[in-house]
């Protein structure tokens, strides 16, 4: 590493080598970029190594690939293999159709599996009857005492199935290296290469596998799933101009983009995102650097790239470095229905059906989960780390309303009941803070006393009822401008209410989306209160500060930002409509769903290596565990240093995409702590710190001792043990405020001052760290005599704590006469969870018995109909009662349910809409087929009311096996009146094991059309979890890749699904191991069988 020190790794870091820049490997037209994790603060460092290539772990082969020779082994034992990167083609009719890539980043012998004991030899011949070409690069170190960028080295090995004369860039790589070139059927290796010859093995490869114009594509038929993410590494954008004509009836467009680049390195193409979208004609001007005047190409040649999701345009020469370019598109595409780009949603206005256009250049919620969906609009770089500045020119019918991310400057009439609207350039944002919607709306506005005007659109039936939210955004948006201490120099902020909206809101710069009513407080049943309004607007109004002013860099950081975005957000929330509720429910729904992510054998930061993970996973908190941490930060930091380290962040970084360690940065310099360390440890270990707690007495002043241990969810053992910095809150009977310890060691010990026997001591105060406490026996009996004199959260933590099911079912035992409606829902959950694991053991009916009795006084505290005040907690405590009850089967809610549900079929009486849900499903679970009949009778007489797939979800609930298969004819007869309803078909389907069966089996048998029909959407993505969610534990032995014609069919879907699945076998497992205990106590306490 010219110019610089070597640079030692710190011990157990997933990197061991840096780089002065990122080395490129070019597969067919695919970058896979490598860059070090700990890299010297002279270099640019990435939290993770920036991944821009699609994880294939769908393939049989790839599965063997993993550990193809000794080698791999040898080098990851000796914890010197950085990473390894493969491009894989089958032949026709193999189980890898297309061009494939891999990359798996090695840093202990745990990634190695004892049974892939594969040699070079052995593995070509076995290969080279099903694979046409396989590209294989490793990186290792040559030196372990001083790892600098000399003393990286790269393997290459190459197997290519062709019968006549090796391809000619293969041939270059071989005088390149000074290595043969390799037989067919056989793989052995080009050879170690320092990194000057991977440079020009580099530059062979970028050069020579380009498919020529001849072989143009169509796009794929085949549902979405988005290919490599493409890095502009040759180009840098600058401006792009895009105009599009949009015609909503006929749900297609006509565009125009006029894109300003300069190249950063020589080429001889352009390469751009696009999807779904056809290219009519490009030109090209270009005007190298130091000359005057510039060169036009017209009619250039265009091709598309692997899977058709990205185009190439050939340019007639190379093109020097330096060399400004203006790139002009005319194109043309359609309006889906899927989410993507530019989307339709129908919708009912005054009787008269009516499309609203809206763009999707994200995906799912909000800006800070990006899947690159501006490709399905424009052509465009719609990576995280590249920006530019966007002008949008939209054409479109004059009854329609266009709002954008930035003010309309001009609208002019141009004929034939059309308009045309220009807005205002914008700064340097990435695509996915862009924003563009299309509808028939009217608005309320607001001008804040700086100026700068709000609004808040909606339909014109219902855009008044905003009135009271707009006043609120303004008043926010103050606020954070205050917090940030940095103004964004918006002229305007627009609200707009989208009806049959699928998301809570997505968050653009300048622009908000949220469905109908969803900022409206309302005093109804089910309405939303004003503070959680308040919550919802605080959050998504950060998010233009920490989501479009500075963006994550990387896939696996947005649950960070996300996290932090709700941090601040709440804190904001707290000032307005303070709320001790507010801690209960991120006890509750937060931290107990972090810590079950959290203890699996993986870290995030490996799980989220793209944005298909990003989809699977969101399903779980994944911000929960940094979203406490900074909490504690706050808190061992004091809040105003901690909001000048994001004060410093922000301005430091505006209008850029950068790491998240760099607030880390500022915090640490601001400190003196080294917090860097310390957050990057708790997001990049696996499993979570359990702190064993004992008090020693032989000192004269009392000694807290202190082990932490790591704990791992399924029980697994063979991983390293690490050491968390754990910031440690706790308190004791005479301690008057929380106090802190960090802990950075093993072992530790904290002398307690005021402190007698018989005095109780609490750790983890307040349930805002990530970890779980194990007391020892004097410290715990002393603990639960003192249970109802801490608060709601600390009362949660310690039920959390419970290691065994018997000390479980004592601490509820002694909870009987809780009133906090977190606990309560914290006690329903784990009944629900506790009688799924042991529905199969001896003792089952005397659980149902005890949670029956315990849980039914609670649930008549609430009663069937909510009182007022209304409670955000009380609504879920009485929901997850009910369902406790109703899945116990308690005679009293199934008999009250029946009561409802025939006054409601005879005599219209309307049921609770809360409960609605739970009584449908409790008398289809103890009913009979009569009972289904009548629930899809219902169905078809209420077609067009929302929550008409009530009655299809209640009917998944019972467990005759004849109206499973019923309801999956009707389904398959075309009744259901939205497609989205086969969601709720399989919502409660798995609770039985009836049911359970049914689904599991049905979905793998009709995968291929369930995944045309209703791939790559949000509720196909619901309907996967819900069919393959198991609470019984019998599912680890199954072969799921049985039933599906190929193992690629599953991806992204089934994969991660079933780790997961397995997982929670393994622990039902466990607990169902403890079934003798507990069916011991339960009889001690009078709940013998019979």
């Known amino acids: 590493m010219a110019g610089q020190e070597a640079y030692e790794p710190e011990e157990g870091s997933n990197a061991i080598a840096c780089f002065t820049s990122d080395v490129f490997l070019w597969f067919t037209n695919q970058v896979v970029c490598f860059r070090g994790l700990c890299a010297p603060e002279a270099i640019e460092p990435a939290k993770f190594f920036n991944l821009p290539c699609k994880i294939c772990t769908c393939s049989n082969i790839v599965s063997r690939l993993k550990a193809y020779s000794e080698v791999v082994k040898d080098l990851s034992q000796q914890g010197r293999l950085i990473a390894s990167a493969m491009s894989v083609k089958g032949v026709k009719r193999s189980d890898i159709p297309f061009e494939r890539y891999m990359m798996e980043v090695f840093g202990s012998s745990s990634s190695i599996r004892d049974r892939y004991r594969l040699h070079s030899d052995a593995l070509g011949a076995d290969l080279g009857s099903i694979l046409q070409r396989l590209i294989i690069v490793l990186g290792h170190v040559c030196d372990k005492n001083s790892i600098s960028h000399s003393a990286v080295t790269f393997d290459v090995m190459v197997l290519v199935k062709d019968s006549g004369q090796p391809p000619s860039v293969l041939q270059k790589c071989s005088r390149v290296t000074n290595f ?265 506005e607001r001008v804040s006393p700086g100026g700068m005007t709000f609004r808040f659109y909606g339909m014109p039936s219902s855009y008044k009822r905003n009135t009271a939210a707009l006043d609120i955004i303004v008043k926010v948006y103050g606020m ?273 001052s005021n402190f007698n026997r018989g005095d109780w001591l609490k750790l983890n105060w307040d349930f805002k760290g ?47 006469e809780e009133t906090c409606p977190g606990m309560l829902s914290l006690m329903a959950t784990s009944a629900v969870e506790l009688m799924g694991t042991f529905q199969f053991a001896p003792m089952y009916k005397r659980l149902r018995r005890f949670f029956r009795k315990l849980l039914y006084p609670m649930f008549h505290t609430y009663g069937w109909k909510p009182k007022e005040p209304r409670s955000y907690l009380e609504k879920i405590a009485r929901f997850s009662l009910l369902s406790a009850l109703v899945e116990c089967g308690d005679e009293i809610v199934v008999q009250f349910s029946r009561e409802m549900f025939d006054a409601f079929v005879k005599y219209q009486v309307p049921i609770i809409s809360q409960l609605r849900p739970l009584v449908l499903c409790a008398v289809c679970r103890y009913g009979d087929e009569a009972d289904a009949d009548t629930m899809l009778r219902l169905y078809k007489e209420n077609a067009e009311e929302p929550n008409s797939s009530e009655y299809l979800a209640a009917i998944g609930y019972t467990p005759i096996l004849s109206v499973l298969e019923n309801l999956l004819k009707f389904y398959e007869g075309g009744n259901l009146t939205s497609k989205s309803h086969i969601a709720s078909i399989f919502e409660y389907m798995p609770r039985t094991v009836v049911g359970h069966k049914f689904a599991w089996c049905y979905v793998k048998t009709h995968w291929k059309e369930l995944i045309q029909t209703h791939g790559n959407t949000l509720y196909f993505d619901k309907l996967v979890r819900q069919a393959l969610t198991n609470v019984h534990g019998e599912m680890i032995d199954w072969d799921f890749d049985d039933g599906f014609s190929s193992p690629d069919d599953v991806e992204p879907y089934l994969r991660a699904r079933l780790r997961s699945i397995q997982v929670r076998s393994r622990i039902n497992t466990q607990v169902l191991a403890q079934h003798v205990e507990v069916g011991q106590w339960l009889q001690s306490r009078g709940f013998k069988g019979h």
């Open 480 to 752: 954070l401008e205050e917090y940030f201490a940095y103004r964004i120099g918006l002229e305007k902020l627009d609200y707009v209410s989208v009806p049959d909206f699928n998301e809570c809101a997505s968050e653009f710069y300048g622009l908000i989306l949220a469905c109908e009513n969803y900022l409206v407080a309302e005093n109804s049943e089910d309405g939303r209160t004003e503070r959680e309004v308040y919550v919802s607007i605080a959050h998504e109004l950060t998010r233009l500060w920490l989501g479009a002013v500075v963006s994550p860099q990387s896939w696996n950081e947005f649950f960070i930002h996300d996290a932090l975005c709700t941090y601040i957000g709440d804190k904001l929330a707290n000032i307005h409509c303070p709320s001790r509720e507010f801690e209960v429910f991120t006890a509750l729904c937060d931290t107990n769903k972090g810590l079950i992510m959290d203890a699996s054998r993986h870290t995030k930061i490996e799980t989220i290596r793209n944005p298909i993970d990003i989809d699977i996973y969101r399903t779980v908190n994944l911000f929960a565990k940094p979203y406490h941490m900074l909490v504690l930060l706050e808190r061992f930091l004091g809040d105003e240093l901690f909001r000048n380290a994001i004060r410093s962040f922000i301005y430091e970084y505006a209008y850029k995409s950068i790491s998240l360690s760099q607030i880390w940065r500022w915090m640490t310099s601001l400190s003196g702590y080294d917090v860097e360390s310390i957050v990057s440890a708790w997001l990049s270990k696996p499993g979570f710190p359990l702190l064993c707690a004992e008090i020693d007495w032989s000192k004269p002043t009392a000694v807290l001792r202190l082990k932490q241990t790591r704990f791992i969810e399924d029980g697994t053992n063979g991983l390293k043990e690490f050491c968390w910095a754990i910031i440690v809150m706790y308190s004791h009977k005479n301690a008057k405020a929380p106090l802190f310890h960090l802990m950075t060691k093993q072992e530790d010990e904290i002398v307690l």
């Open 770 to 816: 990530f970890y779980r406490v194990s007391y020892g026996i004097e410290l715990r009996r002393v603990l639960f005599k003192s249970l109802q004199c801490f608060g709601d959260t600390n009362r949660m933590s310690v039920i959390a704590d419970a290691t065994k099911v018997v000390a479980y079912l004592e601490l509820l035992e002694a909870f009987a």
């Open 180 to 444: 043969p070139f390799v037989s067919p059927s056989v793989i052995e290796p080009f050879g170690t290469l320092a990194l000057d010859r991977l440079k020009a093995i580099m530059d062979v490869l970028k050069d020579g596998e380009r498919r020529p114009p001849a072989t143009r594509r169509e796009p794929l038929k085949c549902p979405k799933v988005h290919a490599v993410p493409i890095a502009p590494t040759t180009w840098e954008p600058i401006h792009s101009s895009i105009k599009l004509a949009i015609f909503p009836s006929l749900y297609a467009f006509l565009g125009k983009a006029v894109i300003s680049f300069k190249f950063v390195s020589a080429a001889k193409f352009i390469r751009l995102n696009s999807d779904d979208i056809r290219v009519r004609r490009a030109s090209i001007t270009l005007e190298p650097p130091g000359r005057l005047g510039c060169t036009k190409k017209s009619n250039l040649p265009t091709t598309f790239g692997e899977g058709s999701r990205n185009i190439v345009i050939d340019l007639p020469e190379s093109v020097q470095v330096g060399t400004s370019g203006k790139l002009t598109l005319w194109f043309t595409g359609k309006i889906n229905d899927r989410g993507e780009g530019l989307h339709r949603i129908l919708y009912n206005c005054q009787g008269q059906e009516k499309i609203a256009i809206v763009s999707n250049f994200n995906t799912l919620t909000d800006l800070l989960i990006q899947k690159g969906y501006a490709r399905f609009a424009f052509p465009c770089w719609d990576e995280l780390t590249f920006r530019s500045t966007y002008e949008f020119i939209v054409d479109i019918p004059e009854n329609y309303t266009v709002i954008s991310s930035m003010k309309a400057v001009n609208v002019v009439p141009i004929g034939n009941g059309f308009k045309s609207v220009q807005f205002a350039h914008t700064p340097k944002l990435p695509t996915c803070a862009l924003g563009l919607i299309a509808m028939e709306a009217n608005y309320v």
